[in-house]
């Protein structure tokens, strides 16, 4: 059974930085894309980021690009993201999901066949 689990949440001051944390077991990490998500209250799921299996290729909403980072360590089984200059806007709970490939849309929320429980980033302004 494939599990994955967020940590590194919490509440940071506007400008600030965060780095999430995603372990994934019971699965062969290499082969996932992998992407992270978040959800603001009342709102839709926001696709923020993804990564190739390979770690090779990354993508980003526009809403995040120049700030956010996603990366990937193979040998630990753990996706990052890596936020900076963070806004109040990007307050949200964060999940981070993966996908058997192939993805053809990586932003596309139905594509991801695994999901972590979520991780709450507050960005007091």
């Known amino acids: 059974q494939v599990r994955l689990v967020e940590s590194g949440g919490g509440l940071v001051q506007t400008g600030g930085s965060l780095k999430l944390s995603c372990v994934i077991s019971g699965g062969t990490f290499s082969k996932y894309n992998m992407g992270w998500f978040r959800q603001a209250p009342g709102k839709e799921y926001e696709f923020v980021g993804a990564?190739?299996?390979?770690?090779?290729?990354?993508y980003y909403a526009d809403s995040v690009k120049g700030r956010f980072a996603v990366s990937k360590d193979n040998a630990k089984n753990t996706v990052y993201l890596q936020m900076k200059s963070l806004k109040p806007e990007d307050t949200a709970v964060y999940y981070c999901a993966a996908s058997r490939p192939p993805t053809p849309q990586l932003s596309d929320y139905e594509a991801y066949d695994y999901w972590g429980q979520g991780t709450q980033v507050t960005v007091s302004s």
């Open positions: 990564i190739s299996g390979s770690g090779g290729s990354t």
